[in-house]
């Protein structure tokens, strides 16, 4: 009786389920066992369901050959030449632009939001199906808006706004309408954060969102976390020995390989920067408060003192900064209480005539004392510093002896809880912890957390170190001679990549958050195994260092990017953009005179 009652139940719950799926237009029927119960279904099957229900949203005509995926999947790099290769003219032609320049040309007619949108879905299937880079697709939703933005540009002769026509991936912490936000759990998928029944699934729009849509950009697809259950691990398309970085190292990716325009990532420890340095492009870290993080998806929301901000990539200075202001012209902050009201401000942006022609002046730091960089990242290092005397740019040595203090901060304040709420996402499925996140788990709980006195130190702390590092960065007025260094130059991480399982924490990228500092990375070159190797006199700071450079191979790391970091103090990002700029223009001046006298 037992069995056949629980069979009726089942049955009722079936038909149920079927009647509101169809009753609300959900055609995604993979999903019904994870509605019914992830744990009926198993993870492995919910996850096998969620990859054929992405590439069903692929059109047909953009579906690679067997033969080309294998191909593709077994060549250590597939960024450049070779997707560009995959390609039809017209969409190479267009998806190799930059935003400033596919705006100008939407706004001259000479390209439409059509062209323009559907070249940058064509080339993102084709980067999903080589490497696995989308958690969410809506090419189809993509293309009609941009039908929707051409019937108006075609009626009123002007844009939407200053992003109309452009399209972008964001991370999968960003709820968009219509779609799952999962961030890589198992568990979450069908649900509104591992909810269900709340009304609230598939039925939600961040605010970012909604600004990038009031805007005229158009999202079309969401890329996930460097490794999760659903799609597996995301190795870095320039070489696929290397990770992408993390968290946001599907993101950086897409980017890489152009599949969008720009890409939108989250950062509470270098989870943008990080991703942007191993993968070649862009990217700004601002500090908190300045775009808004209102109805994104996050692990740790409670935690507000060291708190997860939103960071762009793309792939120019230029860009970035089109995009930012963009986003502050739309006032965010009459929405989002959490939002500061501080619009574009131009006047802080750096002007060499009203500066009284003055250059500026850089900290330079080469080495954190925890960590020493890897031969490529302290080669990119030396070529920003020749670019930059070249330019007549003054370069103070940074002294500041206590980087390693950010790490026990970091930690304290980013995991002080014990992570339950991560415990609580991935224990829905059923499904495994990726090994990146392992450590957090000792015996396979979360760890107890921090009582409230101890949290509350550990912030003091955090302020008092905020206090010293202002104080040193102010001093340095007395070894320019005028004022303070207007930017920080160093290391993204110590690692042009990281083979997987060979993360080192680093004070490069922890120390920008525990500091609420901006930082924007600028790519700089690749590592060549000819070139880069470690010197005959390497004496390791401890046997972490050792370690550390140990597991620097170079030709494992050949062909990897290699990128600097400019790191500017709180809430000065124009100024700091302005002042990448000049950063990137040096470059540029030295590699075309490098070139000259080969």
């Known amino acids: 009786m037992a069995a056949k009652s629980m069979t009726l139940i089942l049955t009722v719950a079936i038909f149920v389920s079927v009647f509101l799926a169809l009753a609300n237009g959900i055609s995604d029927m993979w999903k019904l066992p994870e509605v019914l119960s992830r744990r009926q279904a198993g993870w ?14 692929i059109p047909p005509d953009w579906i690679l050959e067997p033969q080309l995926l294998e191909d593709g999947r077994s060549r250590l790099s597939i960024a450049g030449d070779y997707i560009e290769d995959l390609l039809d003219d017209k969409s190479r032609y267009i998806t190799d632009m930059d935003v400033p320049e596919l705006v100008a040309r939407m706004k001259d007619g000479t390209l439409t939001a059509v ?3 559907t070249a940058f879905c064509k080339r993102a299937a084709y980067a999903h199906q080589l490497s696995n880079l989308l958690l969410e697709i809506r090419f189809d939703e993509a293309i009609e808006r941009a039908r929707e933005l051409d019937d108006y540009f075609r009626e009123h002769k002007r844009l939407v706004g200053p992003l109309h026509g452009i399209p972008l991936t964001l991370k999968d912490q960003f709820h968009i309408k219509g779609l799952d936000t999962s961030m890589g759990f198992i568990g979450w998928l069908g649900t509104f954060e591992g909810e269900m029944g709340t009304g609230k699934e598939r039925n939600i729009e961040s605010e970012l969102v909604r600004e990038f849509n009031a805007l005229g950009a158009v999202p079309i697809g969401k890329a996930p976390e460097t490794n999760n259950n659903i799609l597996g691990y995301a190795f870095n398309p320039y070489n696929r020995n290397l990770s992408t970085g993390g968290s946001s190292g599907g993101e950086g990716a897409m980017l890489a390989l152009r599949g969008s325009a720009f890409g939108v990532g989250t950062d509470i420890g270098g989870s943008v920067s990080m991703p942007a340095s191993f993968q070649g492009i862009f990217s700004i870290k601002p500090s908190a408060g300045r775009i808004s993080f209102k109805d994104t998806a996050n692990t740790g929301e409670g935690q507000q003192v060291m708190p997860t901000v939103v960071g762009i990539m793309g792939h120019s200075v230029d860009a970035l900064r089109m995009i930012f202001k963009s986003l502050l012209s739309l006032e965010p902050w009459l929405h989002d209480p959490y939002t500061l009201p501080i619009p574009w401000r131009p006047e802080k942006e750096y002007n060499a005539r009203s500066e009284l022609g003055s ?3 850089f900290g330079f730091l080469t080495n954190d004392g925890v960590l020493t960089p890897h031969p490529p990242i ?16 003054q370069l103070i040595k940074w002294d500041w002896p206590h980087h390693r203090e950010t790490l026990e901060i970091h930690s304290l304040i980013a995991r002080g809880d014990g992570c339950p709420d991560v415990y609580e996402a991935v224990k829905l499925s059923g499904e495994p912890f990726v090994p990146e996140i392992t450590n957090l788990f000792p015996n396979g ?3 107890a957390p921090l009582p409230l006195p101890e949290y509350e130190q550990i912030v003091s702390r955090m302020k008092t170190y905020r206090q010293r590092y202002l104080d040193y960065w102010t001093s340095t007025a007395k070894r320019t001679g005028d004022r303070p260094v207007e930017a920080l130059i160093s290391p993204v991480t110590p690692y042009a990549g990281v083979l997987p399982g060979k993360f ?3 004070t490069y990228s922890s120390s920008v958050n525990v500091l609420d500092y901006a930082s924007v990375v600028i790519p700089v070159t690749f590592a060549d195994k000819e070139i880069d190797v470690v010197s005959p006199n390497f004496r390791a700071l401890s046997d972490e260092d050792r370690a550390n450079m140990e597991g ?7 062909g990897a990017p290699a990128a600097v970091q400019l790191v500017g103090r709180r809430l000065d990002e124009e100024r700091l953009l302005s002042l990448a700029q000049l950063v990137v223009e040096a470059l540029n001046n030295y590699k075309s005179k490098s070139n000259e006298e080969r």
Do not use: T
Request: glycine letters at 4%; zero cysteines; proline letters at 8%.
């Open 115 to 117: 062209e323009v949108v």
């Open 445 to 447: 709980k979360p760890r």
């Open 359 to 361: 250059k500026p002046a």
């Open 44 to 57: 492995q099957q919910v996850a096998s369901g969620k990859r054929q229900a992405n590439l069903a949203k």
């Open 552 to 558: 620097y191979d170079p030709e494992k790391y050949h």
């Open 504 to 506: 080192y924490p680093s």
């Open 378 to 393: 302290s080669r990119a290092m030396e070529i920003v510093k020749e670019a930059l005397a070249n330019k007549g740019h």
